[in-house]
């Protein structure tokens, strides 16, 4: 059994920055790719940034300069320091983990981040 517990998101100002926490516990396989999507209200989720176990990230264009994807792979943990917050920023924010050669995915419960203009 994989879980993933977020934390970290709340409500912020515009401009300013939220740094959001995702712990996965239980059989994780080295191999894996871990992210962050989004669901903001009426809207399809989306990506926002990726991450696999060898450090390399995928950003949507929407999250380029403003926010970093970083992984502590010892922890299991993945972070997304989120810079320069936008009103449009406002989603539930969703963890993602999958590993590699269709050995599972999950999801996270999701956690809210207000940005108030």
């Known amino acids: 059994q994989v879980q993933l517990v977020e934390s970290g998101g709340g409500l912020v100002q515009a401009g300013g920055s939220l740094r959001l926490s995702c712990a996965a516990s239980g059989n994780i396989l080295r191999l894996n790719t871990m992210g962050w999507y989004r669901r903001a209200p009426g809207k399809e989720r989306e990506l926002v940034a990726s991450i696999n176990s060898g450090g390399t990230t995928n950003y949507a264009d929407s999250a380029k300069g403003r926010f970093t994807i970083s992984r502590d792979n010892a922890k299991n943990t993945v972070y997304l320091q989120m810079n320069s917050l936008k009103p449009e920023d406002t989603a539930v924010y969703y963890c993602?983990?999958?590993?590699?050669?269709?050995?599972?995915?999950?999801w996270g419960q999701g956690t809210q981040v207000t940005v108030s203009a």
């Open positions: 993602r983990l999958e590993m590699w050669g269709k050995r599972g995915l999950y």
